[in-house]
């Protein structure tokens, strides 16, 4: 675990070390959480060091650092803290691994933190899947928060997932972030790349033809200047497992590229996206949905989809605004069975 050969004792200085004890900032480094949350703790919950020695820092010995191993794994599994601390004294008390009828309530959700594998979700209260994702999150702990997205997937689906679990997470974190003065970036940056890992694992290969013609593809594209693309990703991992062809061209798409790519690949549908109104071009998206390929007499225009929050407000007539996750993959799965239709 540090670094030691399984079975090898520990050295002179590892001795002292652990016979002194972890300050309370060592702790709390390496537990991911600040030392005023250990100080909480210790006040709410009686999760404190067992020994003290007057006149010192407070020592947290290898027992008491257990203690809160435990607690952390327990609230990133989404237990509540009151609830966590009771369970980590009680298995530190009875000196033997935690009950499996702990791990398997529902509000658990996933296995513990680096586990082989992840239970299925429970299909009760989505809330505290969300609570237990932020809180491995903001404890930094990719393993756990891998375990908890797959986990979220496979019980209740990619859109239900993308909707109730991903967002409203993803939201939280950066509500945190905006309000702590610029503190858990590296959160929202941590999470926000393992939703984007989680989405494409759960996106299938591209949708190849057998027959003669190919099938006209969705493009998807951020408007220029826009970097956010787990939406568009979440689309395209839906379309896939409805076996919709797509071109996915991510974030920031020059706008001659975009045009360029819609003349190359004549596509039944365009989705652009774009999250805050500076970049939402409406004279870019009119232009796109006004682009014509094919022989003179069955000329073929796209069906252009407008997502995100950007485009609030903006007029949009020919054009449509999916305001859901399924409403676009309803919307792409009509317009793609209808190919060839002058839209």
Known sequence: MDGKRVGAGPSAPDRGAAEVGLTTGALAR????????????????????????AGRHRRWSPRDVAVLETMCR??????????AARAA??????????????????????APAHST????????????????LAR????????????????????FGLTRAWQEVMVPTLHAVGRKWATSGDRYVEVEHLLSWH???TLRRHT????????????????????????????????????????????????AVPAEALAAAVRRLGPAAVVLWAQARSTASLPLAQHIAATEWGVKGARSRPLVLLG????????????????????????????????????
């Open 204 to 251: 299938r290969p591209p949708v190849t033809s057998a027959g003669p013609t190919v099938a006209s593809p969705v493009l998807l594209a951020c408007v220029p200047g826009e970097q956010h693309t787990l939406p568009l990703e979440a689309l395209n991992a839906g379309l896939s497992q409805l076996g919709i062809a797509t071109r996915m061209f991510g974030a």
């Open 117 to 132: 594998t992840a239970a299925a979700p429970p299909s009760g209260d989505l809330r505290q899947e969300c609570r237990g």
């Open 308 to 343: 995100g929050p950007g485009w609030a407000g903006r007029p949009s007539r020919g054009m449509l605004r999916p305001t859901s996750l399924p409403q676009a993959l309803d919307t792409l799965a009509v317009a793609c069975r209808q190919p060839g239709r002058e839209r």
């Open 30 to 53: 390496r537990l991911g959480v600040s030392p005023t949350t250990l100080r909480s703790w210790e006040r709410r919950y009686g999760i404190g060091p067992a020994e003290r020695v």
């Open 74 to 83: 327990l609230t990133s599994a989404g237990l509540a803290p009151a609830e």
């Open 195 to 197: 939703v984007s890992t």
């Open 136 to 155: 491995a999150a903001v404890r930094l702990d990719a393993p756990t928060v891998e375990e908890r997205l797959a986990a979220a997937v496979t019980g």
């Open 89 to 110: 004294r009680n298995e530190a008390s009875a000196g033997a691994p935690q009950p499996r009828a702990a791990q398997d309530e529902p509000i658990t959700g996933p």
